[in-house]
T-cell receptor, first 114, second 115 residues
């Protein structure tokens, strides 16, 4: 049963620290999405990649957030420096871009910035 | 831009009650429509989808029909169970430049089913 995996599942850090979240998409999927979920804003798309190339990161605060795909099996989302307002659940999702639109979500990383 | 509006929750029902969660959308083209479900502590899972007008998506007793004339995709289930307690998200997908698809989500509706 293929699944998207995310690490860590939970992260508590102090303001100003760097946070790195990792995602392993389903093998063979060529599109990867990063979302942020909060009570106030709901689900927000931060960035997405196709064939490891960033296609849209307009939803991401550029000054502190960065997203990369070093290889086809790993996507990373970094926050540096972190702020309390970054506290949220961050989801990674993967899919196939050629006409199959279903996105498969990972379990999320729950981030708390103190 | 594209948007999805779904009824605000929370919705609380007794087991075996009928469920409706309303969803309407605004889109410039011909989107595909989805319902995703999020169980406590988990990521979102696809529940059902419909890709063109008048299509009906169905899964696990849930149904939704793509109504282009009313731009709606309401979720229904005839008899809910305690295990259906979750947050339900309506979403649409449209081409965003070339062959890339983006999902736009509604804010989610929390459903609680009591025994």
């Amino acid at each position: 049963d293929a699944r998207v995996t995310q690490t860590p599942r939970h992260k508590v850090t102090e303001m100003g620290q760097e946070v790195t979240m990792r995602c392993q998409p389903i093998l063979g999927h060529n599109t990867v999405f990063w979302y942020r979920q909060t009570m106030m804003q709901g689900l927000e798309l931060l960035a997405y990649f196709r064939n490891r190339a960033p296609l849209d990161d307009s939803g991401m605060p550029k000054d502190r957030f960065s997203a990369e795909m070093p290889d086809a099996t790993l996507a990373t989302l970094k926050i540096q420096p972190s702020e309390p307002r970054d506290s949220a659940v961050y989801f990674c999702a993967s899919g196939l871009s050629f006409g199959t639109e279903t996105q498969y979500f990972g379990p999320g990383t729950r981030l708390l910035v103190l | 831009g594209d948007s999805v509006t779904q009824m605000e929750g929370p919705v609380t029902l007794s087991e075996e009650a009928f469920l409706t969660i309303n969803c309407t959308y605004t889109a410039t083209g011909y989107p595909s429509l989805f319902w995703y479900v999020q169980y406590p502590g988990e990521g979102l899972q696809l529940l059902l989808k419909a890709t063109k007008a008048d299509d009906k998506g169905s899964n696990k007793g849930f149904e939704a029909t793509y109504r282009k004339e009313t731009t709606s995709f309401h979720l229904e289930k005839g008899s809910v169970q305690v295990s259906d307690s979750a947050v339900y998200f309506c979403a649409l997908s449209e081409l965003s430049g070339g062959s890339n698809y983006k999902l736009t989500f509604g804010k989610g509706t929390l459903l609680t089913v009591n025994p």
